[in-house]
């Protein structure tokens, strides 16, 4: 039996993993195509603002679709964002951290160029406040059918770093006390004391956060889930890797449960291949772009019913599928 650990998903972000085919399509674009994405309203920002030869630097190696390790000078960008940034050095240390998403979700205020332009940018601030929004509200709908139907809902959240959704869906549904238990499960150690620092916050009495890793937990979860969120944690896996990853926590649920799983798609790559390159030139982030529908057969392969889809609106980066256990 294959057993895939959390440290192997979090590093699964660093840029050694294998190149994605439709990330080096893109790459691969015209001089001219290439410069419509300097031209948006977060390109032009980002290139204002930033000094003249690391702009320079950073544009031709974008243009010409070079690694950074190809690139003459690169540590002269590579300097200029760790020392201009908050969020470049937090995804270097530790690219599956929570810092990224805390700012961009808006629950912290930014600062400087370089993580400006990622608030304003598709691919990050816009994508993702747009996915935040949009998970909790299907979340609330979702568990509001389970209630109809049973007396109490027993949900994890997977990879849940502090636990924003649960977190605030749980605010905005007082009605859930006493039905609803939530475990938030992650590795992270500064993620789960934040999380906890917010339930005391808040005084949320069904959510407690476990650490432990996601996939060994049978035991704990002997088929007796009603409903997960899986957001984040695939955007960088394989589609090998989602599918093994998906069937091991498939045993976890009852019979009819519900996932609820989020990876990115090509459409990042396409719409936003700036923010693309940065992330994994100079954050080292391996993310994968698979064309839209891969996550419905991995779900599908690992297993599960397919329960449909949506995605955030109006950015639509993300593939968001439903599975039944």
Wanted: charged share 25%; with cysteine.
């Amino acid at each position: 039996m294959v057993f895939i650990k959390l440290e192997q998903l979090v590093n699964a972000m660093a840029g050694d993993r294998p190149f994605c085919r439709n990330l080096r399509k893109y790459y691969d674009l015209s001089i001219s195509k290439k410069k419509t994405y300097l031209e948006d309203a977060a390109g032009t920002y980002l290139f204002n603002g930033l000094p003249e030869k690391v702009a320079n630097i950073l544009k031709n190696g974008f243009f010409l679709g070079l690694h950074a390790e190809d690139i003459k000078d690169w540590d002269v960008v590579s300097r200029y964002f760790q020392e201009n940034s908050r969020i470049i050095p937090a995804l270097r240390a530790n690219p599956g951290t929570y810092t990224m998403l805390e700012q961009m979700y808006h629950f912290k205020k930014v600062s400087g160029v370089v993580d400006n332009y990622f608030l304003k940018s598709i691919a990050g601030g816009q994508a993702l406040k747009c996915r935040y929004e949009i998970i909790n509200k299907k979340m609330k709908e979702h568990v509001d059918v389970i209630l109809k139907g049973q007396k109490e809902c027993f949900i994890l959240d997977i990879g849940s770093g502090p636990g924003r959704n649960c977190v605030d869906v749980c605010r905005e549904n007082p009605h859930w006390n006493g039905s609803v238990k939530i475990e938030c499960i992650d590795i992270d150690e500064e993620a789960i004391f934040l999380g906890e620092k917010l339930v005391r916050q808040h005084g949320i009495k069904q959510i407690v956060f476990v650490k432990e890793t996601m996939t060994r937990l049978r035991k704990r979860y002997p088929k007796n889930v009603d409903y997960a969120l899986l957001i984040g944690i695939l955007c960088s896996l394989t589609y090998s890797e989602k599918v093994k990853l998906l069937k091991r926590i498939r045993h976890y649920f009852k019979p009819g449960g519900k996932l609820v799983a989020a990876a990115l798609t090509v459409e990042m790559a396409r719409k936003d291949l700036l923010c693309s390159y940065i992330l994994r030139e100079l954050c080292g982030w391996g993310l994968q772009y698979p064309d839209f529908g891969e996550l419905k057969k991995a779900f599908e392969d690992a297993g599960w019913k397919y329960g449909g889809f949506f995605q955030e609106e109006p950015t639509k980066l993300y593939e968001i599928v439903i599975g039944i256990a």
